[in-house]
C-alpha cells in the first residue's frame, strides 16, 4: 500500500498592525538604499523583522518579500538557510554553546549538557521565564579561545561547565553579564536590530584588539621569516 503524503497546510501569515509596519518601512527603506539591488537587502531585513519578534516569523517573510520584490518562497529558502535566523521564538538571551570538533573535545560538549541539564531545555527550546534558549552552535571562529560559548552572539571564552551555569544563572537573575571581550550584552532582539545594520551604540561595542592566542600563530610565522632570513 503507497504511504499517503501529508501536507501541513497553515493559513496565510496575519499582517503586522499599521502601526508596527509603518515603522518597520522606514527602517526598511534606510536598509534597503544602502544597496544597489533592492533584494541585496534581503540578510539585514531578516535581522529587522526578528529584531521585532524575536524569530522569522511567516509575516516577517513577507514583510521582506513584499519590500524586495521577492516570493515568499525565496525569502523562507534563505531565512532557513542560515543558523542565525531562528524560526520559533527566542529568550532574551540565546545561548550558543560551540560543539565543533574543537571546542567539543576541550570541553564544549560537556558544558553543553551540563547547561541542558541545570536549565531543562534542549536544543532550541526556551526556559519557562523566557530568559534563555539554549543551543549547540557550529564553530565561530574562536577556536583559539575553545571551548567557547557566545550569548546573543557576545564571545565568552575558555568556558567550563561551572562557568557557563554562573553566567546562565546571572543572566536568569536580571544581572548585567559581561562577556570575556566585546561589548556589554543586549537582549536578543536588540542584537537582531544592530545585525540589522544599525548603530551599536554599547559602550566598548568597536574597541579591542586580538588578543595572545590569537597572535600566536602570527608571531610563530614573524620568527620564522626572520630566521629564513639569516
Ligand atoms: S571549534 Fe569552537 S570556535 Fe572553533
Same mark, same amino acid.
Given at each position: 500500500?503507497?504511504?499517503?503524503?501529508?501536507?501541513?497546510?497553515?493559513?496565510?501569515?496575519?499582517? %503586522?498592525?499599521?502601526?508596527?509596519?509603518?515603522?518597520?518601512?522606514?527602517?526598511?527603506?534606510?536598509? /534597503?538604499?544602502?544597496?544597489?539591488?533592492?533584494? =541585496?537587502?534581503?540578510?539585514?531585513?531578516?535581522?529587522?523583522?526578528? &529584531?521585532?519578534? #524575536? %524569530?522569522?516569523?511567516?509575516?516577517? /517573510?513577507?514583510?521582506? &518579500?513584499?519590500?524586495? $520584490?521577492?516570493?515568499?518562497?525565496?525569502?523562507?529558502?534563505?531565512?532557513?538557510?542560515? =543558523?542565525? %535566523?531562528?524560526?520559533?521564538?527566542?529568550? $532574551? %538571551?540565546?545561548?550558543?554553546? +560551540?560543539?565543533?570538533?574543537?571546542? &567539543?573535545?576541550?570541553?564544549?560538549?560537556?558544558?553543553?549538557?551540563?547547561?541542558?541539564?541545570?536549565?531543562?531545555? =534542549?536544543? #532550541?527550546?526556551?526556559?519557562?521565564?523566557?530568559? /534563555?534558549?539554549?543551543?549547540?552552535?557550529?564553530?565561530?571562529?574562536?577556536?583559539?579561545?575553545?571551548?567557547?560559548?557566545?550569548?546573543?552572539?557576545?564571545?565568552?571564552?575558555?568556558?567550563?561547565?561551572?562557568?557557563?551555569?554562573?553566567?546562565?544563572? &546571572?543572566?536568569?537573575?536580571?544581572?548585567?553579564?559581561?562577556?570575556?571581550?566585546?561589548?556589554?550584552? +543586549?537582549?536578543?532582539?536588540?542584537?537582531?536590530?544592530?545585525?540589522?545594520?544599525?548603530?551599536?551604540?554599547?559602550?566598548?561595542?568597536?574597541? #579591542?584588539?586580538? #588578543?595572545?592566542?590569537?597572535?600566536?600563530?602570527?608571531?610563530?610565522? $614573524?620568527?620564522? =621569516?626572520?630566521?629564513?632570513?639569516?
Amino acid at each position: 500500500m503507497n504511504t499517503p503524503i501529508l501536507l501541513n497546510l497553515t493559513t496565510r501569515p496575519e499582517p %503586522y498592525p499599521p502601526h508596527v509596519r509603518e515603522r518597520l518601512e522606514l527602517d526598511a527603506k534606510e536598509i /534597503i538604499t544602502r544597496y544597489p539591488h533592492p533584494r =541585496s537587502a534581503l540578510l539585514p531585513l531578516l535581522h529587522l523583522v526578528q &529584531a521585532e519578534e #524575536g %524569530y522569522v516569523t511567516g509575516t516577517g /517573510i513577507d514583510f521582506c &518579500a513584499d519590500h524586495l $520584490d521577492l516570493t515568499g518562497a525565496e525569502v523562507t529558502a534563505v531565512a532557513t538557510f542560515y =543558523s542565525m %535566523y531562528r524560526r520559533t521564538p527566542t529568550g $532574551d %538571551y540565546h545561548v550558543g554553546v +560551540c560543539t565543533n570538533t574543537l571546542c &567539543a573535545v576541550l570541553g564544549g560538549d560537556a558544558i553543553y549538557e551540563a547547561l541542558r541539564q541545570h536549565l531543562g531545555v =534542549s536544543h #532550541g527550546e526556551t526556559t519557562p521565564d523566557g530568559a /534563555i534558549t539554549l543551543e549547540h552552535i557550529e564553530c565561530n571562529a574562536a577556536c583559539d579561545y575553545a571551548p567557547v560559548m557566545m550569548v546573543n552572539w557576545e564571545f565568552f571564552d575558555n568556558q567550563t561547565p561551572e562557568s557557563a551555569i554562573a553566567i546562565t544563572d &546571572a543572566l536568569q537573575a536580571g544581572h548585567q553579564v559581561r562577556p570575556t571581550r566585546g561589548a556589554p550584552l +543586549c537582549t536578543f532582539r536588540e542584537t537582531a536590530r544592530i545585525l540589522a545594520g544599525f548603530p551599536d551604540e554599547r559602550p566598548g561595542a568597536l574597541d #579591542g584588539a586580538p #588578543g595572545a592566542p590569537t597572535l600566536a600563530g602570527l608571531e610563530v610565522a $614573524d620568527q620564522d =621569516s626572520t630566521g629564513d632570513q639569516r
